[in-house]
């Protein structure tokens, strides 16, 4: 069976889903986005890749390019292109009834300091799009949120003129990554970390966490409602609204999650892959 | 397979099945990323993008 591994740079993850894909007796045709064009409506070999690009830019634009020669990719450039916009993918969220962090939009200091006003402080102020947690700031104060926007509006990038601030949810020094894999959710670690952002790239540290049956169905609808059919859902633990989701990652990296849990979890992802290509 | 760190000039080990922008953590603390121009293997230092990650 034929499936392509689709990325940009190979980390340790590339590796292990490239090994796991081999092990089941995959071809697998590598599609290196630094050295290989595609021309729109070109065919693969395969009828279906993983997309494993780092850079969203990239991964979206592959992803439409492939999708336009009758590849199906996972995951789809719809499912990338909401959860890669993180105002979008909460959208979607709360359309289906799923709880997350109170939200607003605002497009000028003005309304960022109204929406500040309705949320109360401290509060988290984000962009549209982002990763590892870069740019997601926490304002505690008017004068500090008052800078914040400044900066933003200074950067030049008009995407920065968009401001997402959120209420700053008070969290039992973790968050949760849960991981969706077709209809299954197998593995979650917990990102433990004495600082308020808890991302593993930010020096959170990765523990075993346990699945009930209220979080694998919270993150089985949050991959859902953004399309994902294979995705890693950061989910906080709010005092008295329970599980709230904060963001669906659509090309998670896990390293973190195989070290401390020892699930084989690029095997599960090759097994769900291969499953696909069969259809 | 082999090829020479651009960061210390020392040699590092690739496996014979290296892949196309494989990142290749060297001993002088460096992440590195392989270059494959034809027949030639190479490495440059990894460089980080803005919208990398999740």
New interface residues.
Partial sequence: MNVALV??????E??AL?EALKARGAEVE?V????RPFKLGERLGAPVALQRS????AALASTIALEAGGVAVINSSRAIATAHNKLWALAELLRRGIKVPETFVAHSERSAMAAARSLGLPLVIKPL????G?LVSLAKEEETLRALVEHRELMGDPRMKVHILQEFVEKPGRDIRVFVVGEEVPVAIYRVSEHWITNT?RGGRAVPAPIDPELAETALKAAQAVGAEIA?IDVFEHRERGYLVNEV?????FRNTVVVTGYDLPGKMADYVLRRAKR | MKAKCPVCGREVLLPQDVLPGEVVDHDCGVSLEVVIDGSKVLLKPLEIGEDWGE
């Fill in positions: 990325y940009d740079v190979a980390r340790w590339e590796r490239l590598i290196h986005l630094e050295t780092l850079s969203h830019s799009d982002g990763s590892w870069r790239s890693g990652n659509v090309v998670p990296d």
